[in-house]
């Protein structure tokens, strides 16, 4: 028989639908993750309106189907992300699952957005952990490091205080999260303090493959590498991106295309983004926004049963064009 993961609740988890799961390590932490686990931008404001009931749902059915990594952020809505986890989270035994939220970008307008402080940081996953409902998490990451006035404020302010909120039990690994895949391995390199993942979102999808030629550094440190953004924040979908969506006109002009040529075959082109990003051996998981029980079923099925042939022919036909 399949071995099952470290959170299996015997009476809590649907047993056949978690032995259909795949499951990876993630880096040396011990904890043994999900391939797809659930991403929390999507339960927040950037994404469309959401009905939060069919949200809540669709996170515990998840969680009983196997899905046992959670990501989120107070940035994702002004905490509402981390409200609605709370919701989901309230009665699911906290062995079912992993849950990782962030520190360091907050507010909606870029004038307040950032702040690396030890004093915000330190008071942001309190208030994180309040509105989730939890005496923990598993991993607390530093929000986009990029954005930091310069890199020694995350290396000598932001990272050591997150390492004393772990000495103080408050969460149990640290991780940094960034798009320049370039910036996580120089902090890496600097910073004496352990980081356990690194999370970059679109760098391994059909239009992006920069995370490729950063995987043998991370490797070599034992460092979890956590892909999200898959469907490359709805440019890679049959509705097509939202209107706030920093890509060039060519870049969405190509991928429009792409979506007439899905459209065409009646096939959806998120299914496709998601299953080609989920091939990659060496991303321990990959996060997936999910606002209702569609669309998790659309993404366990890709992780269950792949694509059908006719799915990989019109993949395909779009990665030739």
Request: glycine share 8%; hydrophobic share 35%; proline share 4%.
């Amino acid at each position: 028989m399949k071995m099952l993961p470290p959170t299996y609740i015997e009476g809590f988890h649907d047993l056949e639908a978690v032995q259909k799961m795949e499951y990876r390590p993630l880096g040396k932490t011990g904890l043994i993750v999900s391939k797809l686990s659930l991403g929390g931008g999507t339960l927040g404001c950037h994404y469309g309106t959401f009905d939060e009931n069919e949200a809540i749902e669709a996170i515990r059915q998840g969680i009983k189907q196997g899905i046992n990594y959670i990501d989120t952020a107070p940035w994702y809505g002004q905490g509402r992300s981390e409200t609605v986890l709370g919701k989901a989270l309230k009665g699911i035994p906290r062995e079912a699952y992993y849950i990782a939220t962030k520190v360091g970008r907050y507010k909606l307008n870029y004038e307040n957005m950032f702040d690396f402080s030890k004093e915000k940081t330190r008071n942001s996953l309190k208030k994180s952990l309040e509105l989730l409902g939890l005496d923990y998490v598993d991993v607390i990451q530093v929000h986009d490091i990029e954005f930091a006035p310069n890199l020694d404020i995350v290396i000598t302010q932001t990272l050591p205080e997150l390492s004393t909120q772990v000495a103080e039990g408050k969460a149990k690994f640290i991780g940094i999260t960034g798009y320049p895949v370039s910036v996580l391995k120089k902090c890496i390199e600097q910073s004496n303090i352990k980081i356990a993942s690194v999370l970059t979102y679109t760098r391994y999808t059909l239009i992006d493959n920069t995370l490729t030629e950063y995987i043998p550094f991370f490797k070599e440190h034992n460092i979890a590498i956590i892909n999200a953004g898959l469907p490359c924040m709805g440019l890679l979908t049959n509705k097509g991106p939202p209107v706030w969506h920093p890509s060039s006109d060519n870049m969405k002009k190509i991928c429009a295309e792409a979506v007439a040529c899905c459209k065409d075959h009646n096939v959806e082109l998120a299914k496709l983004a998601v299953w080609y990003s989920l091939q990659c051996e060496d991303i321990a998981t990959s996060l997936v926004g999910i606002q209702n029980l569609k669309e998790l079923n659309i993404n366990l099925d890709a992780v269950r049963n792949g694509i059908s042939e006719k799915e990989k022919t019109v993949l395909q036909e779009i990665r030739k064009k």
